[in-house]
T-cell receptor, first 113, second 112 residues
Framework: EAEVAQSPRYKITEKSQAVAFWCDPISGHATLYWYRQILGQGPELLVQ????????DSQLPKDRFSAERLKGVDSTLKIQPAELGDSAMYLCASSPQTQETQYFGPGTRLLVL | SQQGEEDPQALSIQEGENATMNCSYK?????LQWYRQNSGRGLVHLILIRSNEREKHSGRLRVTLDTSKKSSSLLITASRAADTASYFCATGRDTGRRALTFGSGTRLQVQP
């Protein structure tokens, strides 16, 4: 069964450093999401892509976060510079064009020291 | 901000018992979904119920939706130790923005 791939699974970095996360959605899924999940809470949307276009990045802290999906397939989420409060799980999900169900990757757990 | 609120925040039961989790939300929705998350892992979709549906079943899962009360419940019957996980409700809107708005989750512990 096809799965959403994410890497790395774990990342430890020092504050003020740059970090990048990668996501490869299920083949053929036009919509890609990045969520942030703080321990003990539900995921919160950071950015949504439809193919290579950003549909919603209203909750993305644009002074330090950036996301791209250049060819409408895989995506990269970057944080520069990282802050202590960025420690969280970063989840990528994808869905087919016309379905509401989302398929999640295993996540990247970020720890900022 | 999070749309839904799950209740209870934590639930501990014995294997074989039923587990009921509730979700309340604030705005009108197109559908409501339930997801499961094992510790440190990604979320897994369990079931989707549309705003014009009142009840849906999938295996040992039963979901109800009351749009007049803006609430939903998830019932897991004959629970197993493997059901131990966090359960999240998520609401979807019928707009171009298909992202889900998640609640804060219920942490279910099933004791063997």
């Amino acid at each position: 069964e096809a799965e959403v791939a994410q890497s790395p699974r774990y990342k430890i970095t020092e504050k003020s450093q740059a970090v990048a996360f990668w996501c490869d959605p299920i083949s053929g899924h036009a919509t890609l999401y990045w969520y942030r999940q703080i321990l003990g809470q539900g995921p919160e949307l950071l950015v949504q892509f439809q193919d290579e276009s950003v549909v919603d990045d209203s909750q993305l802290p644009k002074d330090r976060f950036s996301a791209e999906r250049l060819k409408g397939v895989d995506s990269t989420l970057k944080i520069q510079p990282a802050e202590l409060g960025d420690s969280a799980m970063y989840l990528c999900a994808s869905s087919p064009q016309t379905q509401e169900t989302q398929y999640f990757g295993p996540g990247t757990r970020l720890l900022v020291l | 901000s999070q749309q839904g609120e799950e209740d209870p925040q934590a639930l501990s039961i014995q294997e074989g018992e039923n587990a009921t989790m509730n979700c309340s939300y604030k705005t009108s929705i197109n559908n409501l979904q339930w997801y499961r998350q094992n510790s440190g892992r990604g979320l897994v979709h369990l079931i989707l119920i549309r705003s014009n549906e009142r009840e849906k079943h999938s295996g040992r899962l039963r979901v109800t939706l009351d749009t007049s009360k803006k609430s939903s419940s998830l019932l897991i019957t004959a629970s197993r130790a493997a059901d131990t996980a966090s359960y999240f409700c998520a609401t979807g809107r019928d707009t171009g923005r298909r992202a889900l708005t998640f609640g804060s989750g219920t942490r279910l512990q099933v004791q063997p």
